[in-house]
């Protein structure tokens, strides 16, 4: 069966300082991964997907994510944080399973400081 | 949240009683999907369905159902079965993977239940 792991519950980060937040999978085969934002009471909006190619995936808002095989990390980041940017970040991966599930991880909190 | 739609986005059910949720979608996905988020556990897939008439339980079905009798259409019923539902409820929607193609599922706003 395929995991996400976020070992971070929360990420403080002051506004204009790079942000990564942590994201780790364990799946056979390859791996399809996934980067959501949630705001309050709101949602999940799609950032940014891997499938294959490009080990560095950009996506929207500026956000950016990682791809290692080795260490069998997808870990988000953005090279200046806003203020903006602070919500409930999932990291998912897609189940092998068929049909297009998705396991997400326990999500990270992101809050951006002046 | 685009093109899919929750309502309401607040319930509030006393102990024993039925509740339905409707998702709308009018994406044109194949896929939809019901996901339940609790503080700390992020989301858990209730059920989900790649086609009208057809649908299937995801990890935590137990207490919860659904119908899928249009495309456009998903809605889930929260049965006095289940016996903790004050949640978060998502709904989402995808195409089917084809090909090469794997697809991001998009969510709705949600809607948050509160037992009595």
């Known amino acids: 069966a395929q995991s996400v792991a976020q070992p971070e519950d929360q990420v403080n980060v002051a506004e204009g300082n790079p942000l990564t937040v942590k994201c780790t999978y364990s799946v056979s085969g390859n791996p399809y991964l996934f980067w959501y934002v949630q705001y309050p009471n709101r949602g999940l909006q799609f950032l940014l997907k891997y499938i294959t190619g490009d080990n560095l995936v950009k996506g929207s808002y500026g956000f950016e994510a990682e791809f290692n095989k080795s260490q069998t990390s997808f870990h988000l980041k953005k090279p200046s944080a806003l203020v903006s940017d602070s919500a409930l970040y999932f990291c998912a991966v897609r189940d092998t399973g068929g049909g297009n599930k998705l396991t997400f991880g326990t999500g990270t909190q992101l809050k951006v400081e002046l | 949240d685009g093109g899919i739609t929750q309502s309401p986005k607040y319930l509030f059910r006393k102990e024993g009683q039925n509740v339905t949720l409707s998702c709308e979608q009018n994406?044109?996905?194949?896929?939809m999907y019901w996901y339940r988020q609790d503080p700390g556990q992020g989301l858990r897939l209730i059920y989900y369905?790649?086609?009208?008439?057809?649908?299937q339980k995801g990890d935590i079905a137990e207490g919860y159902s659904v119908s899928r009798e249009k495309k456009e259409s998903f809605p889930l019923t929260v049965t006095s079965a289940q016996k903790n539902p004050t949640a978060f409820y998502l709904c989402?929607?995808?195409?089917?993977?084809?090909?090469?193609?794997?697809?991001?599922?998009?969510f709705g706003p949600g809607t948050r239940l509160t037992v009595l």
């Open positions: 994406l044109n996905h194949d896929a």
């Open positions: 369905s790649q086609i009208v008439n057809d649908f």
């Open positions: 989402a929607s995808s195409t089917l993977p084809g090909g090469s193609s794997y697809n991001e599922q998009f």
